[in-house]
């Protein structure tokens, strides 16, 4: 399963990534072993980025959304917090996830409207909406619970020069499907290092598909870290939209407060 | 009916929301080969100009300058006259509106915030300043107002202190408000007002702290020395609202011995209103005490206040009324004034989370309302005060199933506990149990390009004591400029500030552009 981390997409880039191991590469791996390797993965247990987003329609029009974004693990649970430093009529609106391991508890969340002044508390139980427009939703950003998908190895692949694995995964349950908008996937996992470099999710409703593409990778603190990476969503083989992700400013195990992964925090922002 | 029209058009807006396009499911037409040839193939997006990375604020520079510029017009689709017999069908605002904010980054973490707006609407000028009343030329040509402005900073880790002009929100509800009372509202255009242009700030010393294991734990004071009370729709525009003196003019002419129908021209304009607010800085300072608590997938909290009452309530004194007719005589009787009665209130609120639902609440017990009554006219006046509490409930749900639609329903009663029937007549016209509804539901389409929201509230339980239904729609023509447009329809009815809106129905176009 992809561990998606919500935190200045910072913590997408984590869950791409993992420290090489040329071992694991010779073993004899199945689908569930793999992604149970790109989960087990160490990413720091805090984590802060700026990231640059570009939204891009189908008529080639750009509008772009900066942000900043935090992470900070609280035993098996991550807690996230970004705030929009751009443009202005998103500006200073804040976003704090409580996602919690496994899926008995639905995610906390909050959103912090400054022009309202206010702090909203909003169900998190639906992960399938778009993030800020962008082709990324709430799911894409979240850690989806290893659980509750069937994998399968489907056969290895050379991406970008380099093999990976190829990965279906499908939701075992309805609620997964509900709460992700996904109704199956297919991962590309680096043989070297465990990342997901590429996938492909069909959503369950509109027909859709979607596809993530690593297009730049880079070792920050001794972990390798996906620093630029893009998102298309096409309907069959045209392109509806896509959203590209640039990702700076990148550091791992800083000491973060607890305080700033509160509503506190969210509401006095940077 | 428009409340039907209009609740009819906020069900569509549901649907079509959320079906599937009606074209074929063309994922299903390719096979997996095709599918994961998908990052091979070339990217058939036009290529544009690269977009140029938004300036960031110069991390040596303390100050950051926002703001907005904005453009608002209102057109009245139907003929219809004020009270004062300005027509109000055409056009009824054209406002440029101009927001600023200056935010500070000071030493030792504190933060130092400094905003206001102004604005110039040349509606009454483009129509002729002569048809409109001194008192709407007042409160709508022009305004300039300081908003937000404070300064905020930590005293002690788990202490924070805000000082200056500021918002406190208190509950959970985005429409009908019951534990939101410590800001006034800014409702001289009803409906047409967003909601971030509503409060208006007070000023405040406001204290916080920060307990519990995670912190997780908030008790607040807030102390407001300055007054500051509602802006409401003023005498001579079209939602001020139209007084049924019916039975005030029964009980003058039975008690003064005078034929029927002798003064049936009374009118409000012979109520010479009053409006007695107490000085903005004058008196004890209103204060509310509040302590909540967040936890995994519910937060509640605890409210005390002490506070004036937000928007004025009709109160008699004796003196001077002019009465109508061939005689046209000023007799002592009484004078009717706007009273803001010192009020205390208890309430509670909480949010539970479950899925893609959201269940929120607001119970407030309000103390101190004063109702008066006109119990005798001759042969001398006697008016008696009753004291009465109030017990507020507000209910309501959200549901984000629906992809890129919310959908939020609000119920709110306020009932008048001990009630008696002299309060619904004049100077009152007060209702045992006011029920309101509100729904409100927002779809966002085109990667958050398009925003179109349905909001109506209606008043009474079978919605026949007034309603509104606000249509818009907001386009982010490019970024940080967004236009709009929509339609306001409203229904007249018994609840306070509708009684006579029904030709009041707006079209409105708006555009804002945010640096």
């Known amino acids: 399963m992809i561990g998606f981390w919500f935190g200045g997409l910072l913590a997408l880039t984590l869950a791409l990534s993992a420290v090489p191991s040329p071992i694991a590469a010779a073993e004899e791996l199945d689908g569930r072993a793999i992604m149970e390797r790109v989960d087990a993965r160490d990413d720091g247990d805090t984590g802060t980025s700026d990231t640059r987003m570009v939204l891009i329609d189908k008529r080639g029009k750009k509008r772009e959304r900066n942000l900043r974004s935090f992470f900070k693990d609280f035993g098996e649970d991550t807690h996230q917090v970004l705030f929009f430093l751009s443009p202005a009529d998103v500006k200073d609106t804040g976003f704090l996830t409580y996602d919690y391991d496994g899926n008995e508890r639905d995610d906390d969340q909050w959103l912090y409207l400054p022009a309202l002044q206010k702090t909203k508390r909003i169900a998190g139980g639906d992960k399938s909406g778009s993030f800020m427009g962008s082709d990324f939703t709430y799911a894409d950003l979240s850690d989806r619970p290893l659980d509750s998908y069937d994998y399968e190895l489907m056969k290895e692949v050379e991406v970008g020069g380099v093999m990976t694995w190829q990965v279906e995964a499908i939701p075992n349950n309805e609620k997964e499907v509900e709460e992700t908008g996904n109704s199956r996937s297919i991962y590309f996992v680096r043989q070297d290092n465990f990342m997901v470099v590429r996938s492909v ?70 | 009916m428009k409340l039907t029209q209009g609740l009819l058009t906020l069900a569509l807006f549901l649907v079509t929301g959320s079906l599937p396009p009606t074209s074929a499911w063309a994922v299903d037409d390719l096979d997996l080969d095709d599918v994961l040839g998908g990052f ?28 907005s510029f904005a453009l608002t017009g209102a057109y009245g689709i139907h003929h219809h006259e004020s009270n ?117 700030a007070v000023g405040a010393a406001r ?42 003019t029964t009980s003058l002419e039975v008690g003064l011995g005078l034929p029927a129908g002798s003064l049936a021209s009374l009118d409000a304009g012979s109520l010479t209103l009053a409006d007695r607010r107490p000085d903005r800085f004058g008196e004890r300072p209103e204060w509310g005490i509040a302590l909540g608590g967040i936890f995994s997938g519910w937060d509640f909290s605890l409210h005390v206040a002490r506070y004036r009452t937000n928007s004025g309530q ?141 909001l109506a509230v209606a008043n009474g339980e079978k919605l026949q004591d007034g309603s509104f239904v606000r249509l818009s729609a907001d386009w982010e023509l490019f970024e940080a400029f967004e236009v709009g447009a929509g339609v306001l329809l409203f229904q007249s009815g018994e609840a306070p500030g509708f009684g006579s809106v029904g030709e009041n129905d707006r079209l409105f176009l708006r555009a804002r552009y945010s640096f």
Do not use: C
Not at chain 2, 216 to 244: A, C, K, M, Q
Not at chain 2, 382 to 409: C, H, N, P, Q
């Open chain 1, 201 to 270: 999710s069909w959503t369950e409703k509109r027909g859709r598909l979607k596809y993530m593409e690593v297009t730049k990778l880079e070792q920050i603190d001794g972990i390798w870290t996906a620093i630029e990476l893009q998102m298309t969503t096409k309907k069959g083989k045209k392109t509806l939209h896509k959203t590209e992700l640039f990702i700076s400013k990148v550091r791992f195990n800083q000491e973060l407060g607890d305080e700033l992964f509160t509503v506190r925090g969210l509401e006095k922002g940077l």
């Open chain 2, 40 to 67: 091979e193939e070339e990217d058939d997006t036009p290529v544009q100009e690269d977009v140029e990375p938004s300036a960031q604020p110069d991390p040596e520079r303390f100050w950051d300058l926002t703001g």
């Open chain 2, 84 to 200: 004062t017999g300005t027509r109000y069908d055409g056009l009824t605002a054209l406002r440029n509106q101009l927001s600023l904010q200056l935010d500070l980054d000071l030493p030792a973490d504190w933060k130092g915030r400094v905003s206001g707006y102004g604005f110039f609407d040349a509606a009454d000028r483009i129509r002729g300043r002569h048809h409109f009343s001194d008192d709407v030329i007042d409160e709508y040509e022009w305004d300039a107002e300081l908003q937000e402005t404070y300064l905020q900073g930590s005293l002690l880790r788990n202490l924070d202190l805000k000082l200056g002009r500021q918002v406190i929100n208190w509950g959970r509800s985005d429409t009908l408000r019951v534990l939101d009372v410590l800001n006034p509202i800014d409702n001289r255009d009803p409906g047409l007002t967003d909601l971030e242009d509503l409060r208006r």
């Open chain 2, 207 to 248: 204290l916080d702290t920060y307990f519990g294991e995670k912190g997780n734990w908030n008790l607040s004071l807030v102390v407001i020395p300055e007054l500051r009370f509602d802006l409401n729709p003023v005498f001579g525009h079209d939602f001020y609202p139209t007084i049924d003196l019916s039975d005030l």
């Open chain 2, 314 to 454: 009709v109160a008699l004194r004796p003196g001077l009324l002019s009465l109508p007719g061939p005689a046209s005589v000023t007799l002592p009787l009484f004078e009717a004034e706007l009273r803001y009665d010192r009020t205390t209130l208890f309430g509670l609120g909480g949010n539970y989370t479950a899925g893609a639902w959201l269940f929120k609440g607001e119970l407030a017990w309000l103390d101190g309302m004063r109702f008066d009554t006109l119990e005798q006219v001759a042969p001398f006046v006697r008016i008696d005060t009753a004291e009465k509490s109030r017990t507020d409930l507000m209910l309501g749900v959200e549901y984000y199933g629906f992809d890129e639609t919310v959908i939020a329903l609000e119920v709110a009663n306020r009932h008048i506990n001990d009630f008696e029937s002299r309060l619904r007549g004049f100077p009152n016209w007060a209702q045992e149990n006011a029920l309101e509804i509100a729904l409100r539901v927002t779809v966002t389409l085109l990667n958050d390009r398009l925003e179109l929201t349905a």
